[in-house]
Structures are given as structure tokens and as C-alpha cells.
């Protein structure tokens, strides 16, 4: 009688055979066999029992016969394969039924083996231990499909596999939630239905070259893309793409939303501009809102007016009613100009100190001199009390203005200096009005000193 040699530990370790034979003789020879060779053993005599064992002990191969009382082998493994709990394991037929239907049946039925009886025990053996090995293998690899496919459900970043055409294959769930779709909803999509089409033109490009020279250094690339939600909304993301490598030219892209990141980025930079007292724009803001204006005015021939506006007797101010108080005065008179300067062309700014600044684009003297007195007494009009001020009981301001259409010949400091001067020529004669110039080589050399 054939005696296998036991296999090494390592490859029956906890391997689980269920024996199903209704001759208790072969049963007794079939378990001793197994046991053996180092494999844990169930046995059943019947179809029902099989099932009931297999459920319950979810063994790692059946053997299985296929004359049984009752139900036999061939709806036990029917039913085995229709169950999610035993459909993986495999079944192995032992029967006297040799004939091509018989075994053509058994294969269709899901079966993974089927060995002719009389049984030669050393077949039996090398066949079990072949299906053993090849379920070992096979469940490992789901094994790591299931890990990767963990990883990539539970990814922070989004991931979406596209192919050369632009075509969408496949989203993650994090890739889903940033655009606000469905599982599966964007699987089909083309990726000009999410970029801008220059941008995806741009990918597109990008693939057909990969696909062409696969060793292209651009076939890789990160960059900062605007990506249209489902809802429409564009959002900032850093979208990194990889060639996959695989059979199929494909191409991973990587999403990192950097929409917090941006609106910080904005938050600094309008931060950068604001003067943190008033709220209105500061200095650095004014001062490169000025130069475009120039240039802007230069192409345009439009005039372009600059009002300096000092607030009268605030050092008295501050020295009666306290630095708060002058602080909240400060903010007031800033909301003050803030409403006058309300188009797109209009700035108002807190030049430093209890110094302003407007710039009002496309504005001729005229109007410009008519916008400064309305401030002016816009101001007056706050009746915020200034005891210590010698022109009045309220707080006042000076203000100077500057009109010029700019030529290249003019100079922008220039520009500024008459704004300035005019501001302290009010100072001189007594503070709480406006003094306007026409300066700049279209007006004449010299400035026009008018009394608005
Ligand atoms: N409360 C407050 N005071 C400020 C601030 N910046 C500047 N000042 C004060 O503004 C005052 C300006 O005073 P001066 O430059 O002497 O001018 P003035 O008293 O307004 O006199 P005239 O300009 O000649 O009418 C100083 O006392 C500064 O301390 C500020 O942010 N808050």
C-alpha cells in the first residue's frame, strides 16, 4: 500500500479537509490519509452534513463524492458554490463516474478537480496539495488586492486613473467627495468635463506623448489646476499625474486640495494690503494701486486725480481725549472716505499717521476739486468734537489736490509732491479746506493753484 511521505509543516500548516464519502471504509482511509499527511480532517457521510460542516468549519479544500444518499455531490457543490461563504472553497470530486459528460458536468458545476475512483492514493495526495497551494496563492493575491484597494478608499488624496484619451476609468471615494459625485458617477467622464479645456488640451498633449516615448521626462508632472465641482464650483487642487506602467498605457493622477490653503494664501494677501487700524488700504496697497493707474491713464489719455487729506489738530485730539479715542476717530473719518471712493477706479487709503489718501481715476479736475469738498465737509458733518482745535469745534481735515492727464514726460513723484504741497498750503491758510493743482506737462509747466 502506498505510504506518502507527510509534507513540510510550513505548506499544510491549519489547511482544513472536509472528506465527504458514504462508504465508511474509504471515509476511514481517505481521513487517516489526510491526517497524515498533516492536514486538519472533517468527515460527512451525507450531502447535508457536508454542507452543514463546510458552513460552520469553512475548511480549506472538499473532497467530495458523487454517489451520496440523498442530496448528491453534484448539488452539494451547486449549493457550496451558490453560498458567499463557501462558493471560494475548493472542491475536489472523487467518482467511479468516468465518462466526459460526467466530468464536463462536475467542471460546470464550479468544481477545481476531479479524480477517478478507484482512488490512487498518491494522486489524491499530490492533487490536494496542488489545490492547496494554488488557493494559498490565489487568496493572498486577494488578499493584497483587498489591501490596496483599502489604502486607496481610504486615501486622503483624491486618485482617479485616466486613460491616453482622456477618458476617466476610475475615481476613489476621496477624489468623489471633493467634486461632490457619486461613487462611480465621474468613471467615463472625460477630463476636459473637469479642466479647463486649455488645460486639458495641455494633459491630453501630455499623454500622447507619454504613450509615443514612454522615457519622456514630461510624462510626469505636478501643478496647480482649478477643478469645476459637480455643483460648478471651481476648486484650487494640486493634481500630480504618473504614467501607471501597466499593460494598458494609463495615468494616475493625484488630487491634493489646496483650497484651505489658497484661501489662507488670500486671507495673507489681503491682509498684506489692509490697514489694520481702519480697515481700509494701506500704504503698499495705495502705492502699487497708483503705479497701474498711471500706466492705465498713460494708454488712456484719461485724467487721473490724487486728493492728500490730513486731519487738522490731532495731536491736540489725542492729547485731550486719549489715543483710543483717537484711534476710533481715525476709523471713522477712514469709513468717511471709504464712501467716496466706491468704483472700481477708486482707491482710499490711510497713508500713515492721520494721513489719507484717494485716488480717483478717470476724474478731471473739476470733479476732482467737487469730491474733495464733499469729503471735506462730509467730515466736519461726523461733529466729532475736537476740543483743543483752534478752527473749529470739530474734527476737520486739509485737503490738496492733484490732477494731471500723465504723459512719459511726467513723473508720478511729481504727481504726489503737488498733491502734498497743495495739502499744506491749506495747513498755512488756516487748515479745514481744499486746494486743488492741475499739474503734469499737458496742463502747462506750471501748476494751477485754484481755491476750490
Ligand atoms: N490715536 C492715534 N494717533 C495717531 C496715530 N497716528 C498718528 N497719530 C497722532 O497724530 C498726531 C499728528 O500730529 P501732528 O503731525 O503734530 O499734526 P496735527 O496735530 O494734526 O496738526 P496739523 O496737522 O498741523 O493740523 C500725533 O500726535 C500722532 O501721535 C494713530 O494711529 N492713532
Redesign the pocket.
Known amino acids: 500500500m502506498f505510504t506518502p511521505a507527510p509534507v513540510p509543516a510550513a505548506t499544510t500548516r491549519q489547511a482544513a479537509v472536509l472528506i465527504v464519502d458514504d462508504a465508511p471504509a474509504q471515509l476511514g482511509l481517505m481521513r487517516s490519509m489526510m491526517l497524515q499527511q498533516g492536514y486538519q480532517t472533517f468527515v460527512a457521510n451525507s450531502g447535508e452534513r457536508a454542507l452543514a460542516i463546510a458552513q460552520r468549519a469553512q475548511p480549506d479544500l472538499i473532497l467530495l463524492d458523487i454517489v451520496l444518499p440523498g442530496m448528491d455531490g453534484m448539488e452539494v457543490c451547486r449549493r457550496l458554490k451558490a453560498h458567499p461563504s463557501t462558493c471560494n472553497i475548493p472542491v475536489i470530486f472523487m467518482s467511479a463516474r468516468t465518462g466526459t459528460e460526467d466530468i464536463v458536468a462536475a467542471f460546470d458545476i464550479g468544481a477545481s478537480d476531479y479524480i477517478p475512483k478507484p482512488l490512487r492514493l498518491a494522486e489524491v495526495c499530490v492533487r490536494v496539495r496542488a489545490q492547496l497551494q494554488f488557493r494559498r496563492t490565489s487568496m493572498s493575491q486577494q488578499q493584497q488586492a483587498e489591501r490596496l484597494r483599502l489604502i486607496v478608499d481610504s486615501m486622503d488624496e483624491g486618485l482617479m486613473v485616466i486613460e491616453p484619451s482622456g477618458r476617466i476609468q476610475y475615481t476613489n471615494p476621496a477624489c468623489d467627495r471633493y467634486l461632490g459625485y457619486a461613487a462611480g458617477e465621474l468613471a467615463g467622464s472625460a477630463l476636459d468635463d473637469l479642466l479647463a479645456p486649455s488645460v486639458a488640451q495641455e494633459y491630453l498633449d501630455l499623454f500622447s506623448q507619454s504613450v509615443r516615448d514612454p522615457s519622456s521626462p514630461n510624462a510626469r508632472g505636478a501643478r496647480e489646476v482649478l477643478i469645476r465641482q459637480r455643483d460648478g464650483i471651481l476648486r484650487a487642487m494640486d493634481f500630480t499625474l504618473t504614467p501607471m506602467g501597466a499593460d494598458q498605457p494609463l495615468f494616475v493622477a493625484l488630487l491634493h486640495d489646496i483650497t484651505h490653503h489658497k484661501q489662507s494664501e488670500n486671507a495673507l494677501q489681503r491682509a498684506a494690503m489692509v490697514d489694520p487700524?481702519t480697515k481700509i488700504a494701506n500704504r503698499r496697497h495705495f502705492d502699487s494701486f497708483l503705479d497701474k493707474e498711471w500706466q492705465r491713464a498713460l494708454r488712456s489719455s484719461q485724467p487721473l486725480s490724487l486728493i492728500v487729506l490730513?486731519?487738522?489738530?490731532?495731536?491736540?485730539?489725542?492729547?485731550s481725549l486719549g489715543?483710543?479715542?483717537?484711534?476710533a476717530?481715525?476709523q471713522q473719518v477712514a469709513m468717511a472716505l471709504q464712501s467716496h471712493a466706491l468704483r472700481a477706479t477708486d482707491l482710499a487709503a490711510r497713508y500713515?499717521?492721520?494721513e489719507f489718501v484717494l485716488l480717483f481715476g478717470e476724474t478731471g479736475f473739476e470733479a476732482a476739486c467737487a469730491l474733495a469738498e464733499t469729503i471735506r465737509s462730509h467730515i466736519e458733518a461726523l461733529h466729532i468734537p475736537n476740543p483743543r482745535s483752534a478752527t473749529s469745534p470739530w474734527v476737520t481735515a486739509?485737503l490738496g489736490v492733484a490732477t494731471i492727464v500723465p504723459t512719459q514726460l511726467d513723473d508720478i513723484k511729481e504727481f504726489f509732491v503737488h498733491a502734498d504741497r497743495a495739502m499744506y498750503a491749506v495747513?498755512e491758510a488756516g487748515?479745514n479746506a481744499v486746494r486743488a493743482v492741475k499739474t503734469g506737462v499737458t496742463f502747462g509747466t506750471i501748476a494751477a493753484v485754484i481755491d476750490a
Open positions: 487700524l490730513d486731519v487738522d489738530h490731532f495731536k491736540g485730539y489725542n492729547d489715543h483710543a479715542a483717537g484711534d476717530c481715525l500713515g499717521g492721520e486739509s495747513k487748515r
